[in-house]
């Protein structure tokens, strides 16, 4: 996997080879024409999302939703929201609860035609079984004795054929009479298992018998104890999708191997009179690997598990919950998907080409606000005391439909907040900030010139002082008559909102943290969090849940929540305006 997107190379919205295909099945008419068990018109194409709810979803996940979602919008098909619980012992209400959610949050909806299409594989349990002992009477499955360790032993290699399992000649009688004690839960896990008969010399090893049921005496989340026989996942899958007609099923490319057998099960089971023509075909594209984070399931729970994180849903997580609460738009994540494409080919897409989506998702639409984060006290000493003068600001950027109609009011006084790195005693070359006999503008307030500095014992800065020009002010005639480089921001101490600010960071300082086997645990950025006590403009006193505002010059914050205590709002750094990262 050697090329990778960067920031600044963003193909233009991806005409991608799954689209092509699409199109050639709605030009031949492939799928025209179709109706559903109850007579009812199908769409002429219809995908799925077909997750397994045994965690949350991530952003790899939202690759495949944008995508499934993406294309039956686009060509007036549908997609399916499919529960793929075929697996009772890691299968949860609570990952069913949070998938919905999520992919509602993504801005897809599975109604249509005033009918939801989401389903559950654990419904078709049923068929799945009435599939295996059609299989078994037409001679085309049996069960299996040999433990799993004597079955692994025969399977042969790549370069040798495997041997035939001593059961696999048994009849078909037998087989369903053992079928059925397997599902009738007289037999222990593991003692027996149905296996596909095709070929132990298929150079495709998914082909050399593969299993089809096992016993699995566990309670399943949707079905109970009514089973202790599940299917496994490459038998379970082409029917789920041939029951939901579904006519391109697209899935990553780790599955490019199973799609005979994929196509070996339909086309049997067709035969057998389960399934009408055309069946659903199987497509794999390359699946999304984002640069800097980790997508494995049991990763990321190892990072919830020993605190590296606070949660799920902490937002240095790529989960779908820990990007919401970072900041990161449903807008920004689907901008992402598009321009990322879909491929038959592994490559790396690099983070900053999230960072750069979320960043043009937010530019034009975010209101700004000022934030000091690292404050230094300057003061006006020639501005009166206890006195306030209002400044106003627009709230929008200047191509917003609301720029010029919505403005921000807040005062400026005495004693103010800049930041730290606004001020420089000795100023080195092309400092265009205060220094002492600088002059600069206070944004939407004056000009001030600066006089100088008060320190402490140990040398360090402790406040700046400056003389302000009253005719200066921004919006005034008099404010034309100075010409100033730098244009500061700042917060009247008397007034400013004083509240917690998370400054997040990526997880880790390694492009590729688990590559290779590499222990993800030694690549953790310390500096991935740092919650601060900043100054923030006095309106965003009013800033709700979910907010997000441009901190003029420091980057997108969201509100996180309302701080029990002092009832002011706590902030979460989505991202900063520039992508410091370029040069590491
Ligand atoms: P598991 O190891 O538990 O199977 P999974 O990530 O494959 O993990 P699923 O719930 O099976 O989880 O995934 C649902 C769908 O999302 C699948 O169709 C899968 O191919 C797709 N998907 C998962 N990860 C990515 C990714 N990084 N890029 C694109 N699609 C993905
Ligand atoms: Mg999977």
């Not at 038959?344 to 934030?371: C, H």
Request: with cysteine; net charge negative; charged share 25%.
């Amino acid at each position: 996997m050697s090329n990778e997107l960067k920031n600044g190379h963003v193909p233009a919205p991806s005409t991608n080879f799954l689209r092509g295909i699409i199109e050639a099945d709605l030009a031949a008419g492939t799928y025209a024409g179709r109706t559903d068990s109850q007579g009812q018109a199908l769409p002429p194409m219809v995908t799925r999302f077909p997750p397994e709810p045994n965690g949350y979803l991530h952003i790899g996940h939202a690759k495949a939703i944008c995508l499934n979602f993406g294309l039956a919008r686009d060509y007036g098909g549908r997609c399916h929201l499919r529960f793929d619980d075929t697996n009772p012992e890691k299968e949860d209400q609570e990952f069913v609860d949070t998938i919905i959610d999520s992919v509602k949050w993504l801005g897809f909806d599975w109604q249509q035609d005033g009918k939801p299409h989401l389903y559950y594989a654990s419904n078709y349990f049923d068929t799945m079984y009435a599939g295996a002992q059609a299989l078994i009477r037409s001679g085309l499955a049996y069960v299996d004795e040999q433990s799993a360790d004597e079955m692994r032993a025969t399977r042969g290699t790549l370069t040798e054929p495997g041997t035939d399992s001593p059961w696999r000649n048994r009849t078909a009688e037998e087989s369903l009479r053992l079928f059925e004690e397997m599902r009738d839960g007289k037999h222990a896990d593991g003692s027996l298992i149905l296996r596909a008969k095709i070929d132990m010399a298929s150079p495709n090893m998914n082909l050399r018998d593969p299993a089809i049921y096992r016993i699995r005496h566990a309670t399943h989340h949707n079905t109970g104890d009514k089973w202790c026989v599940y299917p496994m996942y490459a038998f379970a899958h082409p029917i789920e999708d041939a029951l939901e007609n579904i006519s391109h099923s697209i899935c990553t490319l780790e599955f490019e191997d199973q799609r005979p057998f994929y196509d070996w099960v339909l086309a049997r089971l067709s035969d057998e009179g389960l399934f009408k023509k055309p069946l659903p075909h199987q497509y794999e594209f390359a699946r999304l690997n984002l640069t800097y984070i980790i997508t494995s399931k049991r990763k990321l729970k190892q990072l919830v598990d020993e605190k590296i994180v606070d949660g799920w849903d902490d937002p240095r997580m790529p989960t779908i919950v820990g990007l919401r609460r970072r900041g990161y738009t449903p807008e920004a994540i689907r901008l992402m998907c598009d321009r990322t494409g879909a491929s038959k080919n592994n490559s790396w897409i690099d983070y900053s080409i999230l960072e750069g989506a979320l960043r043009d998702d937010l530019d034009p639409k975010a209101p700004r606000a000022v934030a000091v984060l690292r404050p230094l006290k300057l003061i006006i000493d020639n501005f009166p005391e206890n006195h306030s003068v209002e400044c106003s600001a627009p709230v929008y950027p200047p191509a917003h439909p609301l720029h010029d109609s919505e403005h921000r009011r807040f005062p400026i006084s005495k004693n103010l907040w800049i930041e730290q790195e606004d001020f420089m005693e000795v100023p080195t070359k092309g400092y265009f900030r205060l220094f002492p006999g600088n002059k600069v503008r206070l944004r939407y307030g004056y000009v001030v010139e600066c006089t100088g500095c008060d320190k402490d014992a140990n040398g360090n800065v402790i406040a700046v002082h400056c003389n302000y020009f009253e005719d200066s002010k921004s919006g005034t005639p008099g404010s034309a008559n100075y010409k100033v480089k730098g244009n500061l921001h700042w917060v009247s101490a008397d007034h400013a909102l004083h509240t917690e600010v998370r400054l997040y960071d990526r997880l880790f300082t390694d492009a590729h943290p688990d590559a290779g086997g590499k222990d993800f645990k030694l690549a953790l950025n310390p500096n991935s969090r740092e919650v601060i006590e900043a100054c923030l403009e006095p309106t965003l006193n009013a800033a709700k849940p979910g907010e997000i505002y441009q901190f003029e010059r420091h980057g997108y914050f969201v509100v996180d929540h309302i701080d029990a205590a002092s009832d002011k709002p706590v902030f979460n750094r989505a991202v900063t305006l520039k992508d410091s990262w370029v040069a590491k």
